[in-house]
């Protein structure tokens, strides 16, 4: 069970080479196929996912959540797709049409590249970048730039206000993330994620950081534009915020990427704090899965419980709490990992 | 500092937190509030021009409709206006009656703001917490009237029917639960950081401003003046209840959330009070079957209703329907300060402000 995927893998590339093809294209057709596992396993994971996210605030607040189709109601989130792929795609007359259009796009196929680094169990990473964390940082930022995008090209002032609170939000909120992550890459001395992974073998990051987890999952919630900092969507002001305009599968496309993000981010905190893929008994790969959905969990729960943040709130306490509280954290573990090696301990 | 253009919004009619057919224009420098401008009027059903073709006795649904949040209350006040134009004497226990109903929906009403504001605030969840013990007094409602939101159990002279058995053990239980309910909203929603920073400071109303714009009811007493049409002008039995009136200080959102939380309490006080004084008798006075007023006689009631002063001006030409009736809403009147005190903050504001205000719309417009 352990190396079902690598050797799923083996065996592909085994078959492409016995059909004659050299080992660069056979390495190459394989990518091609990792990429479409990825978007598939990434709309197979996100339709159990919103299902899952409706029972549990169903669970939440006191009600059933979907309960009508299939047992459980586990076919809703695909009834509720094949809806929205019928509707009419509305583009409103006045909108910037090129922007409007591509918004979605972007935004998702940020999302989706954000899979590449992740390593999802032992060897299994599509790419082991030297630069991992960078990379999942900087095209996490790239987002901001696809709401600002569905915010100004849909012409409609609610969308701009909602496009306006992401760019301000999103940029306050990256920074701390980022220096939430610098201390574990301190400890690790490297950006790669397999290294990083492995460095915990010992112990979790999240012991070790306990202030930079709390730290990254705060600023996570920020990123991902999820409760209690939903402001550029803040459905009871801004009706729908960036999204206001949008109909149908671009609509849905939004939504997914949404979810794709919460799936990256959770990964990421359980890959950077939790010890990635490493566990006893089970399988690396289930493992890695059962961090992220308690990931999930925990973030579904903070949304459910707390109100929306204001807007200035949210800002000061990006700049005058979680910011100094992230670089006291690097001093600290700068000064800790010094006196450590002083030691000798490692 | 930066000065950027204004730019207006309009807010309704058709937004998630307008509580019905609210529409306020605002205009935002980036998202701060310059100026915003409340339209009323997308509800309105002409109700006081309907009164006219009505005979007395059958606009009583229609006065449910006013406050559909709380309809016991408009109901009594109707009928109160009624009987204190032709002089109707209400039996004993009828009086009883309706005071333990006008609480209950009173506790109902504000249940549901509290409830209602945190999902504008966000918080879905609480809301459903608030709705679920809304759902208790729904059901009382139920056994009494047969309806749950619109109830019309008020007849002039009196009640519709005696209370039924059921009723009884039900809002003993209740009241019962009241303090553990209140408990729980307290941990979930009251003593959460982020509302509390939401709402404490925000949508100021000084005591004048509240006076001079004839703002009543929570609203007024959360900018801590201390006016209670049942304490200062008792209509009905209220003389006989023992219960306080709570104030705030600052007539900020949080005061008028917390005033009302303490008027809940105040009320399921005066529920038991009534509870343990009701007599048997008679829920109906003997009263003709077609009612008539003297020519030219005017009346003029007020009752505390939980989103403020609620009036009925009746005028009688002599015959079996009103000449003129007019109704002061206080839903009205309290939407009036909405651009005073959200002046100056932001666009988050607006929706906490109206929030607080609790106006319901059907009963501004009529």
Same mark, same amino acid.
């Given at each position: ?17 016995s059909?004659g ?24 994971n ?7 996210e409706?029972?549990?605030s ?6 059933l959540?979907?309960?009508?189709l ?35 796009f ?28 960078f ?7 790239l ?10 090209g ?37 950006l ?29 919630t ?26 149908g ?23 950077m ?24 969990f925990?973030f579904?729960?903070?949304?459910w419980?707390?109100?929306r ?30 006196i ?7 | ?14 937004h998630p ?37 009505k ?24 009928? %109160? +206006?009624?009987e *204190? ?6 039996? @004993?226990? #009828?009086?009883?009656?309706? $005071? ?10 504000h249940q549901?703001f ?31 009237s ?31 639960d009241?303090p553990?309910m ?13 509302? %509390? +920073?939401?709402? *404490?400071?925000?949508g100021?109303?000084?005591? @004048?401003? #509240?006076?001079?714009?004839? $703002? ?11 006016y ?5 002008e ?5 003389d ?23 008027e ?12 343990e ?18 020519k030219?006689a ?6 505390e ?18 000449y003129?009736m ?12 909405l ?19 609790d ?8």
């Amino acid at each position: 069970m352990e190396t079902l995927f690598l050797d799923i893998s083996q065996a592909l590339t085994g078959w492409l080479q016995s059909l004659g093809l050299s080992y660069t294209w056979a390495d190459f057709i394989l990518l091609i196929i990792q990429f479409g596992c990825i978007v598939g396993i990434v709309i197979l994971n996100i339709t159990i996912l919103i299902w899952l996210e409706r029972k549990i605030s169903g669970f939440f607040q006191l009600r059933l959540g979907p309960n009508r189709l299939g047992p459980f109601g586990v076919f809703q989130t695909i009834a509720d797709a094949l809806k929205l792929m019928t509707k009419e795609d509305i583009i409103p007359g006045k909108t910037d049409k090129w922007i409007f259009r591509t918004a979605p796009f972007l935004f998702i196929t940020v999302a989706i590249m954000l899979y590449i680094v992740i390593p999802m169990g032992d060897g299994m990473q599509i790419v082991d970048l030297n630069i991992g964390v960078f990379y999942f940082i900087s095209l996490g930022s790239l987002t901001t730039i696809a709401l600002l995008m569905a915010g100004w090209g849909s012409n409609n002032k609610w969308s701009l206000l909602g496009a306006m609170r992401s760019v301000a939000q999103m940029i306050s909120y990256e920074i701390p993330l980022s220096f939430s992550l610098l201390g574990v890459i301190m400890i690790a001395g490297s950006l790669k994620l397999s290294d990083i992974v492995a460095a915990q073998s010992n112990i979790w990051f999240i012991v070790l950081q306990p202030i930079a987890f709390i730290t990254y999952f705060i600023a996570a919630t920020a990123e991902l534009n999820r409760g209690p900092f939903d402001m550029p969507e803040a459905e009871q002001e801004l009706t729908a915020g960036a999204y206001t305009e949008y109909t149908g599968m671009r609509w849905a496309l939004f939504f997914l990427a949404e979810y794709t993000n919460l799936v990256a981010v959770s990964a990421m905190a359980s890959t950077m704090f939790l010890g990635g893929w490493q566990g006893p008994v089970l399988p690396s790969w289930l493992w890695i899965i059962i961090k992220t959905y308690i990931v999930m969990f925990i973030f579904m729960w903070v949304k459910w419980t707390f109100p929306r943040i204001r807007m200035d709130h949210l800002m000061s306490f990006s700049w005058k709490f979680l910011l100094p509280v992230s670089l006291a954290n690097i001093v600290i573990t700068g000064v800790g990992i010094y006196i450590f090696k002083w030691i000798g301990w490692c | 500092m930066i000065s950027s253009e204004h730019m207006t919004i309009n807010i309704g009619p058709q937004h998630p937190s307008t509580h019905g057919g609210l529409h306020v224009e605002a205009v935002l420098d980036g998202e701060k509030i310059i100026d915003t401008i409340v339209h009323v009027g997308y509800v309105h059903r002409g109700m006081e021009k309907i009164a006219e073709s009505k005979t007395y006795a059958q606009f009583i649904p229609y006065s449910s409709r006013f406050d559909y949040l709380a309809s016991n209350l408009p109901n009594l006040g109707y009928v %109160q +206006a009624v009987e *204190k134009l032709m002089g109707i004497k209400v039996p @004993e226990r #009828a009086e009883y009656i309706r $005071v333990i109903l006008a609480e209950l929906s009173r506790i109902a009403s504000h249940q549901l703001f509290i409830g209602s504001l945190c999902i504008d605030l966000g918080a879905t969840t609480a809301m459903m917490y608030c709705f679920r013990d809304r759902e208790r007094i729904m059901d009382m409602f139920e056994m009494t009237s047969g309806q749950r939101l619109i109830t019309a159990y008020m007849r002039i002279g009196g009640v519709a029917e005696d209370l039924p058995e059921e009723f009884y053990p039900a809002v003993r239980s209740f009241l019962k639960d009241l303090p553990a309910m209140l408990k729980e909203y307290d941990g979930l929603i009251f003593g959460n950081e982020i509302l %509390q +920073a939401r709402l *404490k400071g925000v949508g100021k109303l000084s005591a @004048e401003d #509240a006076i001079a714009y004839g $703002v009543s009811g929570s609203n007024l007493r959360a900018s801590g003046v201390n006016y209670d049409i049942r304490k200062i002008e008792p209509y009905g039995i209220y003389d006989r209840f023992d219960f306080e009136v709570p104030l705030g200080q600052n007539g900020d959102c949080w005061d008028r959330l917390m005033v009302r939380v303490e008027e809940i309490v105040q009320s399921a006080r005066i529920i038991e009070q009534a509870l343990e004084a009701m007599p048997e008798g008679e829920i109906k006075a003997k009263v003709p079957r077609v009612l008539k007023a003297e020519k030219g006689a005017e009346v003029y009631h007020r009752i505390e209703s939980s989103k403020g002063e609620l009036g009925y001006y009746i005028v009688s030409d002599g015959t079996d329907k009103p000449y003129r009736m007019h109704v002061r809403a206080p839903s009205f009147i309290n939407l009036a300060v909405l651009p005073i005190i959200s002046k100056g903050g932001l666009l988050q504001d607006i929706i906490a402000n109206i929030a607080t205000l609790d106006p319901v719309l059907g009963e501004s417009d009529r």
